[in-house]
C-alpha cells in the first residue's frame, strides 16, 4: 500500500485568525476617553479647590476691614451701659461709688456666679 503523500505544491495556510468584523469600539478609544474625563475632573477640582481658598481669603480680609467698625459698635454699647448703670446707681443710692482708682473707662468684667444653692 502506497503512503499518502502532500499534493503537488504542499497545503494551503491553515485559517487560525477569525474573520469577524470587530463591532464596537477599540480599547484604546476606551482609555482615551476614560482619560479625558479624569482630566477634566482633576482640572475641576483644582478650580474649585482655588475658587474655595479665594472664598476663603475674602473672607479673612473682609472681617480684617470690619473689625474697627465692630469694635467702635461694642465700645460704644459699652458705654451707653456704664452711664445707664451710673445713672441708675445714682438713682438708688443718691451718689455714685468710685469702684475703681482712677477716672479713666474701664471695661467690666462679668463673672459667672452660681445661683442660690441649698447643700
Known amino acids: 500500500m502506497p503512503q499518502d503523500m502532500p499534493p503537488v ?13 470587530s463591532l464596537g469600539v477599540r480599547p484604546r ?3 482615551l476617553v476614560g ?11 483644582v478650580v ?3 475658587e474655595t481658598n479665594e472664598y476663603a481669603r475674602e473672607k479673612v480680609w473682609s472681617r480684617i476691614h470690619l473689625m474697627p467698625v465692630l469694635q ?21 443710692l443718691g451718689e455714685n461709688l468710685k469702684v475703681y482708682n482712677t477716672d479713666r473707662f474701664v471695661r467690666p468684667t462679668f463673672a459667672a456666679t452660681p445661683g442660690n444653692k441649698s447643700n
Open 72 to 92: 467702635a459698635e461694642e465700645d460704644r454699647d459699652q458705654v451707653r451701659r456704664y452711664l445707664a448703670d451710673q445713672a441708675r446707681e445714682k438713682s438708688l
Open 9 to 21: 505544491g504542499g497545503y494551503g495556510p491553515v485559517q487560525y485568525k477569525r474573520n469577524i468584523p
Open 48 to 50: 474649585g479647590i482655588r
Open 35 to 45: 482619560g479625558a474625563i479624569m482630566v477634566y475632573g482633576w482640572y475641576k477640582l
Open 29 to 31: 478609544t476606551y482609555l
